[in-house]
């Protein structure tokens, strides 16, 4: 080293991760399909003679002409589901089997970037990107919302008014909880891209998953599956929308996920570390 | 430094059934260019692949650079370039830029030196005008040279190059066997794959012979010519003679040529009798010498007997 420099373990692979991933036309592409969500919530309503009466439509959009943060909130919860977890997908399948598909994996253990390492770089690369989709919804959402129908106050759901910037605060958290909520899905997207050399095979998997588990957890007849469920907590971010603020779903959400990122993160490490790079 | 920069023992891969690698006992001196020669699929980038730790083999074990594979390959790797199987790139990345992510990976690199060095690399292997390009737009020469370069980002004490020429231009396959030989004048040791006999025999120092996953046959090139042996042929009307001549002086394989023209001959192992005394001998028995050859039959006759059919010798 001939500069002081901050030794990160893997900092200098993880910045060069997080380039290539961000500076990658299908991540950019992945992002603006996710953000032109909330710009269509926003011009559908301004331009819908009658706003939608209370409890029509998804989940908050009645009062999004009351504040311009509803379009956020809105929009993330409409993306909960299914448009968030098939980028995290996309992201994390590619994560091993898209550098084995192309034979650069070969070349990253040769330099030798370590195989522990890389995958934890991937891992928190993949991460970072499950918080950097709702947090640009977030905020586009934040920016049209008030550009059409203002920055104000609103009522919490608890009956409560917010200020503004409580207001704000509490869009920021329901993105922070929707980003905790996907690193379970991304764990499995990681783990499923060691095992082959097909990135959209490693995809569709994690799409499946994704799928699957909200459906058995619709089926009231698997109550005692519904715990251990990786989407279980998905919509469970009401509580982040109370006066005052009730922190329990919250901590579930990260116990949950945690759990499935120790799972999963386990089994890749098992595999990645034990498999022939043949590709 | 360890007199062997790369060894194994017993070093065996299977697929299922099917043994790929079986017990190879490779030994590569420090300094040496050495051609690991063999036919497609007889396993010789299976055995590279093992030596760099990207699979792990099922029996034996090896030494690079004085490290244990897999173990101590952490420690080993830093100083070993390689190009496995083709080079490979991210497409949408400038070639710079792919350079440039693989020196990342590399912890012990200092990254204030890196757009330097990858430059350098670039420079050693022509591509410096096409730096900045997206490597997706490069030909499969090009490709070949950025991995090349790849494995050049920083000194190294060995390398591991796998079909190196492939898909080369004759100018640009030139270009590579300079460019391994000048690296082997720097001290680095070249392990160098190749289907290519030609090839081989013009860039190394050594030779290890794989045939259907067994080393058949490992020494330096020199051992294998003396191996090939120096043959004699004589152009003469007078074969039977010339045959019994030979023989008396205790030249060995002795054969003659069928009746075809001006050509028709006698051929056979030099063995250790002077050349001028075969001479001598056959004009004083009154053969009517037309011409007379002695030649270091090439390497291809040996490599043939050795792999078996199916060799490919094209240059």
């Not at chain 2, 897999?70 to 370039?81: K, S």
Request: proline share 4%; with cysteine.
């Amino acid at each position: 080293m001939s500069r002081a420099e901050v030794r990160v373990p893997g900092g200098r692979l993880l910045r060069s991760e997080l380039a290539l991933l961000f500076r990658r036309r299908r991540t950019l592409a992945l992002l603006l399909a996710l953000v032109a969500i909330p710009v269509l919530v926003a011009v559908a309503v301004e331009l819908s003679s009658t706003p939608p009466g209370p409890g029509e439509g998804p989940p908050f959009l009645d009062q999004v002409t009351q504040s311009g943060a509803f379009v956020a909130a809105t929009s993330l919860v409409v993306a909960v589901p299914f448009f968030i977890p098939v980028t995290v997908a996309v992201v994390a399948g590619d994560s091993f089997a898209g550098e084995a598909n192309q034979g650069t994996l070969r070349y990253l253990l040769l330099a030798p970037a370590g195989r522990t390492r890389l995958l934890v770089v991937k891992g928190v690369a993949v991460a970072v990107f499950c918080f950097a989709a709702p947090a640009a919804m977030a905020v586009v959402g934040m920016a049209v919302g008030t550009a059409l129908f203002g920055f104000g106050d609103a009522a919490s759901l608890s009956g409560g008014v917010l200020d503004r910037w409580d207001v704000l605060a509490r869009v920021a958290l329901l993105a922070g909880y929707i980003g905790v909520a996907m690193l379970g899905l991304a764990a499995f997207g990681l783990f499923v891209s060691t095992l082959t050399d097909v990135p959209v095979g490693a995809m569709a998997a994690t799409v499946v998953l994704a799928i699957a588990a909200q459906i058995l957890g619709g089926l009231s007849q698997l109550d005692w599956l519904h715990p251990w469920l990786l989407t279980d907590t998905w919509l469970d971010f009401a509580d982040l929308l109370r006066s005052p603020l009730v922190w329990d779903s919250f901590l579930a959400n990260v116990w949950l996920q945690a759990g499935w990122v120790a799972v999963f993160g386990a089994l890749a490490w098992a595999r990645l570390t034990s498999k022939d790079v043949l590709s | 430094m360890a007199e062997v920069a790369v060894s194994s023992a017993g070093l065996t891969k299977r697929f299922g059934r099917q043994t790929v690698v079986d017990s190879l006992d490779l030994a590569v001196p420090t300094g040496a260019v050495y051609g690991f020669l063999g036919p497609n699929g007889s396993g010789k980038t299976t055995t590279l692949r093992m030596l760099l730790g990207l699979a792990s083999a099922d029996a034996g074990a090896a030494v690079v650079l004085g490290h244990a594979v897999p173990d101590g390959l952490a420690d080993a790797l830093p100083h070993v370039g390689a190009l496995v199987e083709g080079p490979a790139f991210y497409p949408y990345l400038s070639g710079a830029a792919n350079l440039a992510r693989l020196d990342a990976a590399d912890r012990s690199t200092d990254p204030s030196t890196r757009a330097e060095r990858v430059g350098a690399a670039l420079e050693r292997v022509g591509l410096s005008a096409a730096a900045g390009k997206k490597a997706k737009a490069y030909s499969l020469g090009m490709k070949q040279r950025l991995g090349i370069a790849g494995a050049l980002l920083r000194p190294r004490a060995l390398l591991v190059l796998d079909e190196p020429t492939n898909g080369l231009d004759p100018q640009g396959t030139r270009e590579v066997r300079a460019l391994v030989r000048s690296l082997a004048d720097d001290g680095t040791t070249v392990l160098v794959s190749s289907h290519l006999l030609a090839e081989v025999e013009q860039i190394c120092s050594h030779v290890g012979v794989m045939s259907r996953g067994r080393l058949v046959a490992q020494g330096t090139l020199e051992e294998f010519r003396a191996a090939s042996g120096v043959q004699v042929s004589v152009r003469t009307p007078d074969r039977t003679e010339a045959a019994a001549t030979l023989a008396r002086l205790g030249l060995t394989e002795v054969m003659v040529d069928g009746e075809t023209g001006g050509t028709a001959g006698v051929r056979a192992a030099l063995g250790s009798v002077a050349p001028e005394a075969v001479v001598a001998a056959l004009v004083a028995d009154g053969v009517r010498v037309r011409g007379f050859q002695v030649a270091t039959t090439s390497l291809e006759d040996r490599f043939v007997a050795l792999t078996g059919e199916g060799f490919d010798v094209a240059g």
